[in-house]
């Protein structure tokens, strides 16, 4: 199994985040396209994954409150 780099990690949180918001943006203007909506459903998925793996090892990537923190902070 490849060990991914934190840059890899990084690049995964990248493009599923822009995924999700392209699929928001799409299901704005069509509400009831349920194909549609289980994608975004899975990239959302798949997006809390690829933060969860790259906090767990790098920390958090926002500083809002949307992520818990180690000590020391």
Known sequence: MKR???QDLLNKVQELSFAALDMNLY???HPDDKKAINTYNNFCTQLL???TAYESKYGP?????YSPSRYPW
Do not use: C, I, V
């Open 4 to 6: 991914e780099s934190r």
């Open 49 to 51: 994954q690829a933060r």
């Open 61 to 65: 990537l926002t500083n809002f409150g």
């Open 27 to 29: 299901l704005d203007n």
